[in-house]
């Protein structure tokens, strides 16, 4: 079965960039979706096929997919955006659904 | 708007059965797949299963095949999962969501999630 990889957590300093990544095989011909989860709500998407922003979502937020790898890239972190992180992908060969295991950012 | 609303938190004990909805609005229902995430506590997101709520044709994850059970009553707009005999390792939040028209649509938008707690 298909699988993502995400790191556990990723720190950054206060208005710095966060990249947050999210590893597959050949990912880069998927679509990858990303999600935004914050403690106690329901994930909220902030990128859809690999680096496309839905309204209401800051430009900060930015997203790029090539190779084995796709990245989330927050710029200007903020408070706000502590949060988990999790990269989604369609598996056509099972047709499933598949999440990566999440990153914590944290905004020092 | 488009809306997804599902039903209220339940505690239940080992074995006994539960079924909770997610009920769509603000679109129709026919023309979606609905899936269902769980999310165990303190862990990530994990896909469970989804629906076709114009056939009610399913398919599931092999990690929650032949454990729960996705259905739907489009006239109701309304889609199901439930288990026929609860374990405590069933405790977690549960989500539905809808992806959009293509196969490899993003999720969005979710419901706001139910919380089931099955303790003895």
């Known amino acids: 079965s298909y699988e993502l990889t995400q790191p556990l957590s990723v720190s950054v300093a206060l208005g710095q960039t966060a990249r947050i990544t999210c590893g597959g095989n050949n990912i880069g011909s998927k679509n990858v979706h990303w999600y935004q989860q914050k403690p106690g709500q329901a994930p909220v998407l902030v990128i859809y096929?690999?680096?496309n922003r839905p309204s209401g979502i800051p430009e900060r937020f930015s997203g790029s997919n090539s190779g084995n790898t796709a990245t989330l890239t927050i710029s200007r972190a903020q408070a706000g955006d502590e949060a988990d992180y999790y990269c989604q992908v369609w598996d056509s060969s099972t047709s499933n659904w598949v999440f990566g295991g999440g990153t914590k950012l944290t905004v020092l | 708007e488009v809306q997804l609303v599902q039903s209220g938190a339940e505690v239940k004990k080992p074995g006994e059965s539960l079924r909770i909805s997610c009920k769509g609005s603000?679109?129709?229902?026919?023309?979606?797949?609905i899936s269902w995430v769980r999310q165990m506590p303190g862990k990530g997101l994990e896909w469970m299963g989804r629906?076709?709520?114009?056939?009610?044709?399913?398919n599931y994850s092999p990690s929650f095949q032949g454990h729960v059970t996705i259905s739907a009553d489009k006239s109701i707009s309304t889609a199901y999962l439930q288990w026929s005999s609860l374990k405590a390792s069933d405790t977690a939040m549960y989500y539905c969501?809808?992806?959009?028209?293509?196969?490899?649509?993003?999720?969005?938008?979710w419901g706001q999630g139910t919380l089931v707690t099955v303790s003895s």
């Open positions: 096929r690999d680096s």
């Open positions: 969501a809808r992806p959009g028209p293509d196969p490899d649509s993003e999720f969005d938008p």
């Open positions: 603000g679109y129709s229902f026919t023309s979606y797949w």
């Open positions: 629906i076709d709520p114009s056939d009610s044709y399913t």
